[in-house]
């Protein structure tokens, strides 16, 4: 049944990406999201953005974000929003390349106690990778991590080398 879940994922995400980038009138709305921002609102994730353009360190890339996308660092409430954004990240591997990248996970401020940086609410468990987060007050960040199928670990936040997922609702 988890490879129908997938399939039925990967369907849904990438038929609505070629649907708006065609122009395909014959929908709805179909196009919500501006291209190339990928529609993930059925998961309740608005639309996302993997900019694999530039790499920034968190702050800077939360900045590039709110400033330059009028968005905000993704942030992941449910296992299953977690699993579409592997999904997508894993399949686009093939176009994109493997990536790190930031979400709005941190527990600055707040040693041990993670939130997401925009709507300050807890961060749950089943986000992180094995042994994550293991650096104390020295990786207050969150990344996803392609080496890890795209779980959670903390790092520095003046990790320079992670790109972006932008959200919008």
């Known amino acids: 049944t988890m490879m129908l879940v997938w399939l039925y994922l990967l369907h849904a995400v990438f038929l609505q990406h070629i649907e708006c980038r065609s122009g395909n009138p014959s929908s709805q709305d179909p196009c919500p999201c501006p291209h190339p921002w990928i529609q993930a609102d059925w998961a309740g994730l608005g639309c996302l953005l993997f900019n694999n353009t530039k790499t920034y360190i968190w702050e800077k890339a939360d900045v ?12 992941i409430y449910t296992e299953e929003q977690l699993q ?6 894993t399949v686009s591997e093939t176009d994109l390349g493997k990536h790190t990248w930031w979400t ?5 401020g707040r040693e041990g106690e993670w939130y997401w940086a925009g709507s300050l609410s807890s961060v749950e468990t089943f986000i ?6 293991n650096g104390g007050s020295g990786e207050n960040c969150m990344e996803l991590i392609d ?23």
């Not at 590039?64 to 009028?70: A, G, I, R």
């Not at 579409?84 to 990240?89: A, D, G, N």
């Not at 992180?128 to 987060?133: A, E, I, K, V």
């Open 147 to 169: 080496s890890g199928s795209y779980f959670a670990r903390d790092v520095t936040c003046a990790k320079s080398s992670n790109y972006p997922i932008c959200q919008y609702f």
């Open 64 to 75: 590039y974000c709110q400033d330059e996308e009028n968005s905000r660092l993704v942030e």
């Open 128 to 133: 992180w990778s094995t042994s994550q987060p």
């Open 84 to 89: 579409v954004l592997q999904m997508i990240m």
């Open 104 to 108: 709005a996970g941190t527990d600055l």
